[in-house]
């Protein structure tokens, strides 16, 4: 079935460093990728999306791209801040909308 | 609008109970999914509804979990006869019901099964 896999964390950063969160999905069709985050006390929401390979997603400052010939969609920021601090799952969906998450990365950015 | 809601937030219950679990989606959409988290996992997907019928219930872990939506908008997630296994954030979500939409999420319920 299809799957998404995404790397563990937490991932601890300081302010203004770069944030790359590695994710590979399987998948028997052509899915659509998206990023939510989860801040503290707070409910899920979607940060980026791409349906088509090649799409970039993008949005406050974070950025991903559909790579379909190595099934990824890795997170990049190129400065982080305190308020990034959050957990962070990529998620599929492929064939009726149901969506297939990650296991969640944690990041913590210190000031 | 107002987003997604759910009552209650916080469901503490004994093994063997059974309980209902509610969620409100966004005015206007017509697809709504439930979700469940474990701690430190992502969430796995339970049922979607398209309007009032259930579209796919292949998530539901077994036949003690049940939902319904009856009017096409609010549902409920209904669990019988309680496990410690079943404690989890439950979460739901709806969107317009087209392929690759936005889903919004709730703020989720804590179900503790003591």
């Known amino acids: 079935g299809d799957s998404v896999t995404q790397m563990e964390g937490p991932v601890t950063l300081s302010e203004e460093a770069f944030l790359t969160i590695n994710c590979t999905y399987t998948a028997t069709g052509y899915p659509s990728l998206f990023w939510y985050v989860q801040y503290p006390g707070e409910g899920l929401q979607l940060l980026l999306k791409a349906t088509k390979a090649d799409d970039k997603g993008s949005n406050k400052g974070f950025e991903a791209t559909y790579r379909k010939e190595t099934t990824s969609f890795h997170l990049e920021k190129g400065s982080v801040q305190v308020s990034d601090s959050a957990v962070y799952f990529c998620?599929?969906?492929?064939?009726?909308?149901?969506?297939?998450f990650g296991a969640g990365t944690i990041l913590r950015v210190k000031s | 609008g107002a987003g997604v809601s759910q009552t209650p937030s916080n469901k503490v219950t004994e093994k063997g109970k059974y309980v209902e679990l509610r969620c409100d989606p966004i005015?206007?959409?017509?697809?709504l999914y439930w979700y469940r988290q474990s701690l430190g996992q992502g969430p796995e997907f339970l049922i979607y509804f398209q309007g009032t019928g259930a579209a796919d219930d292949s998530g539901l872990p077994n036949d003690r979990f049940f939902a319904v939506r009856p009017e096409g908008s609010v549902s409920t997630l209904k669990i019988q006869r309680t496990e410690r296994g079943d404690s989890a954030v439950y979460l739901c979500?709806?969107?317009?019901?087209?392929?690759?939409?936005?889903?919004?999420f709730g703020p989720g319920t804590r179900l503790t099964v003591l």
């Open positions: 998620a599929l969906s492929d064939y009726g909308n149901k969506l297939v």
């Open positions: 979500a709806s969107s317009y019901g087209l392929a690759s939409d936005t889903q919004y």
């Open positions: 005015s206007g959409h017509t697809a």
